[in-house]
């Protein structure tokens, strides 16, 4: 170690524990701020039928003539991806690095300072990336379909989510849940891993992850909850 | 006070360990964890037992060496070294489980004594700073704003016990290294070799075979010295901008 050059140790660092989780603090943030945009969209759905297609019509046609019909909503379908393997990617690294790291486990533990969404963030994201594939299949591409397949993404959304279905509603509203505690660590440490942290700050840090991963739970159970109460028909 | 004692037991780096069970009667509350110890050990003894090998130097609280997992947490309930931990702390009739340090990283060599060699190799790999020798400088010649030296200071304190590593679900080292290149990198002294430090301890720490932190806060919340979480947050800044620089030296 002590006679390699600098150069080298550049390049070693780009790949180091440090550098994976900077880009799974950037790649979180992507998808934070994708899921702001994509609350907005749902909350359309209180809008009524036509407001509610009309944006998902929107979405397609953003960018055009520059852009081909679809093409805005490609490039952000594509960079999420991107963003979703990046993220799992550095998840994975750091998870099997950290099994090996204490080869020996305690016979005693107590949590300290951990709470509860801190210590499920590796579960949690196994569960958010399930319902990921499970909730494209059903509402984007409609192979599932529990109430009839339809071109209205809003005929969609309602179809889903009658009260006969409620193991779709409950599947949604545990997984979002979890996407809220996910955010709720993951907010904070993405802001620490970049370097915001600093101990006056800490209290702001918190209040913001908390305020975000609360603000984008409920916005997220809204729509299901309400279709399934009949409050949205 | 009458405690029982779980103790893990391991003769030697390639025994496999087992957890041992021992009663150690009329335990004073004014002891320290040690001295309980060290009551334990003279029984052993004088039974022709093994005593509990455990590491200890200054019992002061400032040299580091102690410490071990009691009861799930580093250093035990208290968030100071276990030297200062005194068995007023515990109930008569608890039962106590001490194990060592447990990370890759720190190898146990005997019973709770573990290798904390990679901190010195992490500490090797870009701790320090290039100093002219010669006599002291005048104290004023380098000014160093009031705030920067008090961060400096805090980070400084460390011990580098290892307790962050022991209580760190990733059985990561980063709070040390990142103490460490926060004490380094607050002070104009530190400057030169500020962005090549970074880059070598980080890489030095992943060598090691350290996890990787996410931030949980849990060795914060056990160091005695109280080093601030923060440190992390300007280890990764000074990593990332590092990186960014471009600089090969």
Sequence with gaps: MANSTLTKQRSEALGSTVALKSAMAVTGVILVLFLVVHMYGNLNVFAGQAAFDNYSHHLRVIGEPMLPHGGFLWIVRVVLLASVLIHIYAAVALWRRAGAARPVRYQATKRVQRSYSSYTMRYGGVLIALFVVFHILHLTTNHIAPGGASDSPYERFVNGFQPEFWYVTLFYVLTVIAVGFHLRHGIWSALTTLGANRQSRQRSLNIIATAIAFVLTVGFLLGPLSVTLGLVE | ?249
Excluded at chain 2, 1 to 24: A, E, H, S
Excluded at chain 2, 29 to 54: C, H, I, R, T
Excluded at chain 2, 70 to 90: K, V, Y
Aim: charged fraction near 25%.
């Design chain 2, 1 to 249: 006070m009458n405690i029982t004692l779980r103790v893990w037991r391991q003769k030697g780096p390639d025994d496999k360990g087992r957890m041992v069970t021992y009663q150690v009667p009329d335990v004073s509350p004014d002891m320290s964890f040690l001295e309980m110890l060290d009551v334990l050990n003279e029984k052993l003894q004088l039974e022709g037992e093994e005593p509990v090998a455990f590491d200890h130097d200054c019992r002061e609280g400032i040299c580091g060496a102690c410490g071990v997992v009691i009861d799930g947490e580093a250093h035990g309930p208290e968030t100071t070294t276990t030297c200062q931990l005194h068995m007023r702390s515990f109930k008569d009739g608890d039962t106590i489980t001490v194990e060592p340090w447990r990370a890759k990283a720190f190898p146990v060599i005997k019973d709770l004594v573990v290798d904390r060699g990679a901190f010195d190799r992490i500490i090797q790999a870009g701790g320090y700073i290039s100093a002219p020798t010669g006599t002291a400088p005048d104290a004023h010649a380098m000014p160093v704003p009031k705030a920067d030296a008090d961060r400096a200071f805090d980070a400084a304190t460390c011990i580098g016990c290892g307790a962050c590593v022991a209580a760190c679900p990733n059985a990561s080292g980063m709070l040390f290294t990142a103490a460490k290149v926060t004490h380094l990198g607050m002070l104009p002294q530190g400057q030169p070799e500020r962005q090549a430090r970074v880059i070598k301890m980080v890489n030095q720490h992943d060598e090691e075979d350290f996890g990787g932190c996410t931030n949980i806060g849990e060795c914060a919340a056990v160091c005695p010295k109280g080093i601030p979480l923060d440190t992390i947050s300007q280890l990764n800044r000074d990593l990332l901008g590092a990186l960014a620089s471009g600089r090969t030296e």
